[in-house]
C-alpha cells in the first residue's frame, strides 16, 4: 500500500517520517510489510490509509488535478479536510490517533463490531436490527453506501443476529466485518463527547476547496462546522449515498478516489453509473 509512491515521488516520504514521528510507529514498515497482525488492528490500519491517501492526493495534484471539491468517507473524511486547506496533516495525523483511541476504550466497556448486508434495502435492514435487538441488544444500521449495500453496526451478538436474519430474509451476502469496535453507532456516543476535547485543539481553517459532509451532505464553510462534523462523526450513520448524490446535484460527475484501492469508485458506479469515477491509481502512475 504506497510503495510505489514512497520510491517514486519525494514528496511522499516525508508524509510516511512526519506520521511516523507523531504516532510512534513505523508508517512505512507497516505499510510495505506488516506484519498482518499489526494492520488488523484498528489504529495501525487507519494510519497507513490516512497517510497512503494524502500521497495519492499530492501526487494527483502535481500531475494537474486539482479537486474542485472533496468529501470523505469516514476515515476518509479526515484526508478530506487536509485535502480542502480546514486542516493541516500533522492535525490530521493526531486526529485519528485520537478518534481510534477513544472508540477502542469505549470499545472495552461496550464490546461491538459492524457487518455488511448485501442485496437488502436500507429500511429492510432497519426492520431485521429492530428485531435482532429485541434477544441481542442494539444494532443499528451505520452505512448506507448504495441502495443494496449497507453496514451495520452494534454489540456483537446483536450483529451476528442480524446477520443470521438478513440471510434468512434473502440478502446475497452477508458477513461480520474485521472491526474493532461498533462505529457509527450510538454505542460511540459517550467516546465523541471524550473526543471533542482533542477536537478543540486542532488549529481548522475555513476550506480553501469546497468541502461536503458525508454525515449530512452539506457543504462546511467554517472551523466551527468542521469541528461539529467531526464531533458527531464515531457515533453518526454514514449516508454516503446521499453524500454523493449532493455532489452529483450540485454538477460534479468526475470522481476520483484518492486512495488505495477501488471500493468507493465501485460504491459511485452503484449509485450513478451516468458519472466518471476512477481510482487513483488507475488515474496517474504511482511513481514520477
Not at 65 to 84: C, E, Q
Not at 267 to 288: C, L
Amino acid at each position: 500500500m504506497g510503495r510505489g509512491l514512497y520510491d517514486g515521488f519525494p514528496e511522499a516520504r516525508w508524509l510516511y517520517e512526519t506520521a511516523s514521528a507523531i504516532s510512534r510507529l513505523d508508517i512505512k514498515k507497516l505499510s510495505f510489510e506488516g506484519p498482518q497482525g499489526d494492520l488488523d488492528k484498528d489504529i495501525p490500519a487507519q494510519l497507513c490509509v490516512f497517510v497512503c491517501n494524502e500521497a495519492w492526493r499530492l501526487k494527483l495534484t502535481k500531475d494537474g488535478m486539482t479537486p474542485d471539491a472533496v468529501t470523505g468517507y469516514s476515515l476518509g473524511f479526515y484526508s478530506a479536510l487536509v485535502a480542502s486547506g480546514a486542516a493541516s496533516f500533522e492535525d490530521g495525523v493526531r486526529l485519528v490517533i485520537s478518534a481510534g483511541n477513544h472508540a477502542l476504550k469505549q470499545n472495552e466497556k461496550t464490546p461491538g463490531t459492524m457487518a455488511a448486508i448485501i442485496g437488502l434495502s436500507a429500511p429492510e435492514v432497519e426492520g431485521i436490527c429492530k428485531e435482532a435487538a429485541k434477544g441481542y441488544g442494539g444494532v443499528w444500521v451505520s452505512n448506507v453506501n448504495a441502495a443494496r449495500q449497507i453496514l451495520i453496526s452494534g454489540l456483537k451478538d446483536a450483529v451476528t443476529e442480524a446477520v443470521r436474519l438478513s440471510l434468512s430474509k434473502g440478502a446475497l451476502h452477508a458477513y461480520v466485518l474485521p472491526m474493532g469496535a461498533a462505529y457509527h453507532s450510538p454505542l460511540m456516543k459517550d467516546a465523541s463527547e471524550v473526543f471533542m476535547a482533542d477536537i478543540a485543539k486542532a488549529g481548522f481553517r475555513a476550506p480553501s476547496i469546497p468541502l461536503l459532509s458525508y454525515i449530512d451532505a452539506r457543504f462546511i464553510e467554517s472551523p466551527a462546522e468542521t469541528s461539529d462534523v467531526l464531533g458527531r462523526h464515531l457515533h453518526s450513520m454514514v449516508p454516503w449515498k446521499d453524500a454523493i448524490l449532493k455532489l452529483i446535484d450540485s454538477g460534479f460527475d468526475n470522481f476520483i478516489e484518492a486512495g488505495p484501492g477501488s471500493a468507493l469508485t465501485r460504491m459511485v458506479r452503484w449509485i450513478d453509473r451516468n458519472v466518471r469515477a476512477a481510482s487513483a491509481q488507475d488515474a496517474v502512475p504511482a511513481r514520477v
